[in-house]
């Protein structure tokens, strides 16, 4: 299911043991040690975790609820711990922010703890398989702790079935005199990645149950009584797995023309009717509505009632909305809305245009809510502001939402890619007046130099730098950003977050013209964007909605056969290098345009045919 993390402690290298304790007492550490270990216990130290850390120092301020993830894991986990030395072996359930959901088993000296991140525990399988994808082992003096030194542990990444994204970690836990010989994966590796697989499965089939149960209360609201007994105008934007797909055909042609719209903050079924009403601000309230409904039941803040009754909506929305809950087992998965318009308002009362919230903030997964958050937090205080990320993830955009609409007036953007010497800005800069530096990464010496001699001579300047890693920097460069790291923020790439695509597409999209309705998309496509990589990320991602949006002649949702061919094609089977990417996409193209003759093709593009097709397999493979 998926590949390994290697892990140095697994091979015959110098002993990590004496390595450790060499760098704990702060003395030189031998030659041949691991520089990803290093790494690790350099990131625990900078986190402030103790070495000798009996408990995690910051526990969850509640216990976690019951999950879907919980719900699908417990009955797959049950018939995994009578396989397992309980007596000797542990095996844990975390979820995608690495908090212990279930554990079962002990390994003498060590009790479970409530949390797995780096941040709380310091380096372990289970933080390295979120951050990796990949199954991940750590083993012995790996790890930071002292309590964990005679453990080895191995974990498997758990991926949701829509989009690929990790949704937690299975681990078990061992000894580690129980490990096999040097280089040799974890005993209980094939065992650990049997059962994540068991997980992943099982999620599937209760997704496509739970889209079932969401298209029965669209089918009703809209004027059927359930699934098989009535159709629906249009499914705009439905995901879920194959299997329910022979069910929201249906959903294509329906009698009534009532504006209802079904949401559970990943699918969307929206009539035609409701499609004439919607405007990006009113689905982007019903979609936050959605979420919250299903959060507040999950956690048990509130008891969402059978009929939410009418919603809050943007002002000048144009219509009225009728709100109901949608229940799987007594657990709320989503929302049925039925909308009303108002009467068209007189012609010397306008309704105001409704701005649009920032693009660079839209997003509900939790590796954006995270990054977001912590932003956020680290901006309310006047120090330097370090954002990292892949180029077009929107650094700089968020940096500007930072600083406020107010200051975007007053804030002063240098470019490093344009001037790598800041020789163009000031040599004294106002206090009151922030600073935008963007692509530090392109920054020569004179220009750190400049940037360190603002920060001595003005250390209360309102400084932002955003940071793309990739070539390797110099050392005074390495210096500056060190300077920064502790006060850094990591944005995370759109193909870590695809969940997040279906709430970027109405933000990015043009506003459509009076009486026009706003850019949709068919289930088809839906499913292509949220499988392609995104190498360009959100940035590229708005390329292709803007060119749809501006170019395309045909109306209703956009189709698949539209999108561009790289996106509409899917990934390669394997990561492919930019190069690679660019190939790939220039033998898409010309496919295309030779309607699928590969030899034309080959032809145009000035390579055999053999060639072709020998590439073609490449991707695939």
Known sequence: MTTTEPSPAATARPSLRLARERFLSGCPLPGGVPEEV????????????????KEPAVAPSRPVAESALLGAAGPVLDRIVPALDTDRSLLVLTDERLRVLWSAGSVPGLDPCPVLSEQEVGNNSAALALRTR????????????DRWQDVSAVSVPVLAPEGGRVVGTLTIASLASRLGAPGSPHPHAALAEAAAAAVETELRARAGRAERVLLDAYLRAAGGTGRGSGEADRAV??????????DRAVANRVAGDRAVVALDGRNRLI?????????PEVLGALERTAVSARQADAVGEAEPPEDTGPAELPEGAGCVVRIDAVRLDDVVIGIVAVLEPLAAPAPSQPVPAVPRPPCSLTGSSVPWRHAVGRAVELARSPEPLLLTGERGTGKSALALDLLGTAARTAVEIVDAALDTGLEGAPPTWPADRPLLLRHAERL??????????????????RLLVTYTPGAPVGPCLQRLLDKLSARSVALPPLRERTEDIRELLPALAPRPAPGQPPLTWTLDALRALERYP????VTELAHV???LAEHRRMPGPVRRAELPDAVREGPAARPLSPMEHAERAAILEALRLHGGNKARAAAALGIGRATLYRKLRGYRG
């Open 38 to 53: 290093v790494a690790a216990w350099r990131r625990a130290r900078f986190f402030g975790v103790p070495h000798d850390l």
């Open 237 to 246: 934007g439905v995901g879920g797995p194959d299997e329910a797909v022979g």
């Open 534 to 537: 995104w190498p360009g990320n």
């Open 134 to 145: 990949r199954r991940a082992e750590v083993h012995g003096p790996e790890h930071f702790l």
């Open 545 to 547: 909605v803007r060119a």
């Open 444 to 461: 020569a010496q004179p220009g750190v130099a400049a940037l360190n001699s603002l920060l001595d001579t003005h250390p209360d300047t």
């Open 271 to 279: 009539s035609d009717s409701a499609q004439r009403l919607l405007t």
